[in-house]
């Protein structure tokens, strides 16, 4: 198990080395550099740069040395000193703001993860237990529905219906009453009244997803010839369905978080602006949409990074509970 | 019933057909996709208008009911103003006592059908073009018309899918197939290369490479931009399929015979090897389709995508965005279900080919 986790960890340095060159890469994208941009930004609010202010930032970002040079300083400084960089749009530190938002997209993202087992387990082994039944059907069509619908367009329709029919706000994480009170049991109380909306527009397309890749694991499973010596020798059915097939269907519970957790992160991207969420999300779409680059990579990393992370942390649960995968190592 | 010398003479695709035939939701569906397709093509003419007409008096006129009685046949009545005793804010109303009659091939907004045809027929529409106008759908926050605009955003949103997805199965067909042939160093290189790729979030990605494009850039260079910004992502889960191939059949008799008889590798390789699981690349690729709609739909809405003037169900979806704008107007959420019929149809579709898609397994 130890050789299986060292190995999955060594395997994950060059992973993230290419990762950190691929967001550099995107960094430097848009056409002109940093420093003409911000100058530009400056002379259209009517103040100019201080010369000193240039070169501090030419010096910073060694923006007068190759690319290489410059990679080098941008990396370097994020991992020795946890300096991402500046936001030139919000004119402060970038690793700030993602100090103020990244922990509520973690929790989020986290709450989602586990909504999505919690209801896709069920589900799943009851689809493929009673196969063809008018519950398996209807889970299934549910599930082609949470596949096909964008999730903003989810978000949008709890909203419209919340303030259409319930005078409600579904948006935001907290009531506009709660949002400087100092925390009490109503205002817990209120965060989770808030909170479910936005883990279950992020989770719907996850628990389709889920709930298909059980359902069809645990039907290939159930036909298997170790099913029927179980049945043969009179083990009951519940105990035997949940010692043995399920056990091994349950591998796609780990190996998918690999792809859920990206789309955890693109859900957030797209549907944080319309819920009016404080998180990572609409950070980066306005970082974009003002080619704030350094602020929009820093969020790329993390979000690479993160999804790595939770990888690994999937693998190696997997290793944990299926014995043939920690041997192929 | 099927008689059994058939079965045993019957060509690959024919066996498929059959199979396919079997899944009647799947052949429903497969029908419903290639109407949308079709809507794609005709969209000019099957629109009422060109959606880009904008009418200061109707704006967010809600949707008129289309009435049919004998006199005037299919009718719709026009609109009033009234305003709130209270309130003094304007709405609409129907106007009962008068009718606007709707009829089949009208003369409306010139257009060109196919790109080179021009023509001024529409399949439906008001009868008078110069009287009151017509509003199916209702109307957007300028007064266009919504059911023109989403038929006309049909030909991108369609067409985006299928141009993303051939950029997508080129790479993933070259790349896919040098790593599965030769497997060993280049094979473990490729590979780690998808890996990294599939790493990153792709929203993310797709939003940072996208934002890169120049705003001088016409529609027609958003449009491929985005089609190339989508594929060389998505190429990744496609590369691994035909791969996965490749390996199956490497050691099959039929390769050692090629190599036997003097065959090039390329010869070997797309001319022997690929035949034989092209119903697999079909329909894998007709279920990636409906993800790259997906993912012009939301990276439009977002208004990172395609911009108006350009039409798509993203950027008709853009002016959603605001939840007061959708309290006020919740007609202009229609446009989504346009996107959810067209990818629930294309992922039954899909689902169908892939089971159907290896005649000779059972």
Redesign the interface.
């Known amino acids: 198990m130890l050789r299986y986790i060292g190995r999955r960890i060594l395997i994950l340095i ?2 993230l080395a ?2 950190s060159v ?1 967001t550099f890469v ?1 960094i430097q ?3 002109g550099d940093y420093l003409t941009t911000l100058t530009a930004q400056r002379a259209a609010q009517g103040d100019s740069m201080p010369t000193g202010e240039l070169a501090r930032l030419t010096e910073r970002y060694a923006l007068d040395e190759p690319v290489i040079v410059q990679y080098w300083q941008w990396i370097s400084n994020i991992l020795l000193h946890g300096d991402f960089g500046e936001s030139f749009d919000y004119a402060r530190p970038v690793s700030a703001l993602l100090a103020e938002r990244l922990p509520l997209t973690i929790a989020l993202s986290v709450s989602t993860l586990i909504f999505i087992w919690v209801v896709s387990f069920p589900i799943g082994v009851y689809s493929a237990i009673r196969q063809y039944s008018l519950g398996d059907y209807g889970f299934t069509f549910l599930g ?2 949470g ?4 999730n ?2 989810i978000a ?2 709890l ?2 219906i919340g ?2 029919f319930f005078d409600l706000n579904a ?1 935001g994480i907290l009531s506009p009453e709660y949002r400087d009170a100092p925390w009490s049991p109503a205002k817990v109380g209120d965060l989770l009244a808030h909170l479910w909306v936005p883990i279950v527009i992020w989770g719907t397309a996850g628990t389709a997803g889920n709930i298909r890749v059980l359902r069809a694991n645990l039907l290939d499973e159930l036909r298997k010839p170790y099913v029927v010596a179980a049945r043969a020798r009179g083990m009951p059915e519940r105990t035997m369905t949940i010692t043995y097939p399920v056990r091994v269907a349950m591998n796609p519970f780990f190996s998918t978080i ?2 859920i ?3 955890l ?2 859900a957030d ?2 549907t944080s ?2 819920l009016n969420l404080q998180t990572t999300g609409p950070l ?2 306005r970082a ?2 003002a ?1 704030d680059m350094y602020l ?2 820093a ?2 990393l993390i ?2 990074v993160l ?2 992370i939770g ?1 690994l942390v999937s693998d190696i649960a997997l290793g944990w509970l299926d014995p043939r995968v920690r041997l192929r190592y | 019933m099927r008689k059994e010398q058939d079965v045993d003479v019957a060509s690959q695709w024919k066996l498929v057909w059959w199979g396919f035939k079997r899944h009647r939701v799947a052949l429903v569906c497969g029908f419903v996709t290639l109407a949308i397709y079709l809507v794609a093509v005709f969209a000019p003419f099957l629109a009422p208008g060109s959606g880009q007409k904008t009418n200061s008096d109707y704006i967010y006129a809600p949707p008129q009911a289309l009435q049919f009685d004998l006199d005037t046949g299919l009718y719709v009545h026009p609109y009033t103003l009234k305003q709130d005793p209270e309130t003094l804010a304007l709405s609409f109303a129907a106007d009962e006592t008068k009718k606007v009659p709707v009829g089949f091939f009208v003369k409306g907004e010139p257009y060109e059908l196919l790109g080179f045809i021009p023509w001024d027929r529409h399949l439906f529409g008001p009868e008078n073009p110069g009287g009151p106008p017509m509003y199916l759908l209702g109307a957007d926050s300028v007064g266009r018309d919504l059911l023109s605009r989403i038929i006309r955003g049909t030909t991108v949103s369609m067409s985006i899918g299928l141009v993303g997805v051939l950029l997508s199965l080129v790479l993933g067909i070259v790349l896919g197939g040098v790593s599965g042939y030769f497997g060993g160093r280049t094979d473990t290189l490729i590979q780690r290369v998808i890996e990294i790729i599939m790493s990153i979030p792709t929203i993310p990605l797709w939003m940072a490479l996208f934002a890169a494009v120049p705003a001088s850039w016409s529609q027609l260079e958003r449009y491929f931009a985005l089609t190339v910004v989508i594929s060389l992502v998505g190429w990744t889960g496609l590369a691994r399929e035909v791969r996965g191939k490749f390996f199956a059949v490497r050691g099959e008799e039929y390769v050692m015979a090629a190599t036997a008889d003097g065959a090039g590798r390329l010869r070997i390789m797309f001319r022997h090897m690929l035949p034989s699981f092209t119903s697999h690349i079909i329909a894998s690729l007709s279920l990636s389709i409906p993800s790259v709609i997906l993912a012009e739909t939301a990276l439009s809405f977002i208004g990172l995508g395609l911009q108006t003037p350009m039409i798509s169900w993203g950027v008709l979806l853009q002016e959603a965005q605001n939840i007061r704008a959708v309290s006020t107007a919740p007609w202009m959420l229609i446009p989504g279900i346009a996107v959810v019929i067209t990818v629930l149809a294309m992922n039954f579709f899909g689902d169908g080919l892939r089971d159907a898609a290896d005649p000779y397994k059972h």
Do not use: D, E, H, N
């Open positions: 060059p992973t290419a990762i691929i995107v994208l848009p056409p082609y529905l596949l096909a619908v964008p903003f367009l949008l329709l909203m419209w303030l259409q948006g690999g792809w957790l990206p789309g992160i693109a991207a797209i602006k319309v980066m779409l974009l949409l080619q929009a990579g969020i790329l979000s690479a999804v790595v990888t």
